[in-house]
């Protein structure tokens, strides 16, 4: 079993920033990716960035491209998304996930992530 937490969220102006933290607790070990996901009101979850635990290579969604950079910690455990230049339509709940996959490819569909964070709450007004 993986614990996932996250925080950091909040209410933030357009263009402003945040860093959400996820910290995670248990066989982490055996986690090969962490991601980001959100999930707007009325939409799927989607896909906002991962990364590796072991080499560090991330991706990232189109959307968040160039705004938003995911970074990890092993010794603590916490992997973080930092948000810059923040839009209205990037507000969501932000999860956090773990994947167990072993797989050349960081997925970025929610169904290859095995364990959830509660989400926190990213509101960004115009």
């Known amino acids: 079993q993986v614990q996932l937490v996250e925080s950091g969220g909040g209410l933030v102006q357009a263009g402003g920033s945040l860093r959400l933290s996820c910290a995670a607790s248990?066989?982490?070990?055996?986690?090969?990716?962490m991601g980001w996901f959100r999930q707007a009101p009325g939409k799927e979850r989607e896909f906002a960035a991962a990364i590796t635990w072991s080499s560090g290579s991330t991706d990232y969604a189109d959307s968040v491209k160039g705004r938003f950079t995911i970074s990890r910690d092993n010794a603590k455990n916490t992997v973080y998304l930092q948000m810059n230049s923040l839009k209205p339509e990037d507000t969501a709940v932000y999860y956090c996930?773990?994947?167990?996959?072993?797989?050349?490819?960081?997925?970025?569909?929610?169904?290859?992530?095995?364990?959830w964070g509660q989400g926190t709450q990213v509101t960004v007004s115009s």
């Open positions: 248990g066989r982490t070990f055996s986690s090969t990716y």
């Open positions: 996930a773990a994947s167990m996959r072993r797989s050349l490819f960081i997925p970025k569909t929610p169904t290859n992530y095995d364990y």
